[in-house]
């Protein structure tokens, strides 16, 4: 029950090779940094993307290379419905990302999908892998070891830290996320905090049928399940697991622990 089959349908996710079906569910946060440190990234172009410098100008990047703005016309559509598009002289530049003035990037090791965009004062530290069709909104905060799949969102003034998004999650709104992993189809209310180190040291240890079981991780955010839902300014506390389709209310602390597959928690 505690498995990641058990939480996810990863028959989607592009980097479900991450994901072991019959480990426990927080064996991928073991296992992302080593996948993302030896991850094939792309090479972009430092003339126009200098490390740690805010650009100056938006930055489209195509099949590979890195164009500047100056011959192109961008049309800011929904992201996540493939409704951002880039064109030269009329022409669609199929799956086309866009990176706007004023976000900054650090490192190297940064990979964006087909028609991402990512908005201006947004910070992406590396590694981060971004999906297909992702948005990373004005004021994200990537700080490092963010793996999201396809049509993400990685939202404005979200801080997200060694964590895991998959296809369709979304955190939209002054969330926290660290150490955590969001199945598909999750959506974070405003302000949701994922807490992810407990006040007494030792290692996160999670409630299950009566039996404590210790993650070995002194670290670890929360976990939910393809189509949870968390409510405005809830807040989970280290070692939540929440299975498919469970649902936060508003203003709600969640304890640590299993909670069963469409719980309703108050």
Same mark, same amino acid.
């Given at each position: ?10 028959s989607?996710f ?22 993302? /440190? ?19 100008? +938006?930055?489209?990047?195509?099949k590979?290379?890195? %164009? ?53 004062? @947004? ?23 963010? %793996? @999201? ?26 969330a926290?996320v ?35 079981? /210790? ?21 989970t ?5 929440l @299975? ?5 209310? +508003? ?8 909670h069963s ?6």
């Open positions: 029950m505690l498995t990641t089959q058990s939480f996810f349908d990863l989607e592009p980097d479900q090779q991450l994901f072991d079906p019959t480990a426990y569910v927080w064996q991928p946060l073991n296992d992302l940094k080593d996948y993302m /440190d030896t991850y094939k990234y792309p090479k972009y172009d430092n003339v126009y993307i200098r490390d740690g410098v805010p650009l100056t100008e +938006p930055i489209i990047i195509h590979g290379q890195t %164009l500047c703005f100056n011959d192109l016309e961008i049309n800011y559509g929904d992201a996540t419905k493939g409704e951002l598009q880039v064109k030269r002289a009329g022409m669609l530049l199929e799956g086309a990302s866009v990176i706007m003035a004023g976000a900054v990037l650090i490192g190297k090791k940064i990979a964006l999908g087909n028609g991402v965009v990512v908005e201006t004062g @947004a910070m992406i530290k590396s590694p981060a892998i971004i999906g297909d069709m992702s948005e990373v909104r004005q004021g994200a905060y990537l700080r490092g070891y963010c %793996l @999201a799949g396809k049509r993400c969102v990685l939202g404005h003034t979200t801080e997200i830290k060694h964590s895991i998004l998959l296809n369709d999650a979304k955190a939209g709104h002054f926290y660290g150490d955590s992993i969001l199945g598909n189809d999750v959506n974070l209310g405003a302000g949701t905090k994922l807490a992810n180190l407990k006040f007494l040291p030792g290692n996160v240890s999670i409630l299950y049928q009566g039996q404590q079981i /210790d993650t070995s991780r002194r670290k670890l955010g929360a976990i939910l399940g393809d189509g949870c839902q968390t409510g405005c300014n809830s807040v506390s280290p070692g939540s697991l @299975a498919k389709r469970a649902i936060v209310m +508003p203003n709600t602390t969640v304890k640590s622990g299993y597959k469409k719980a309703i928690i108050r």
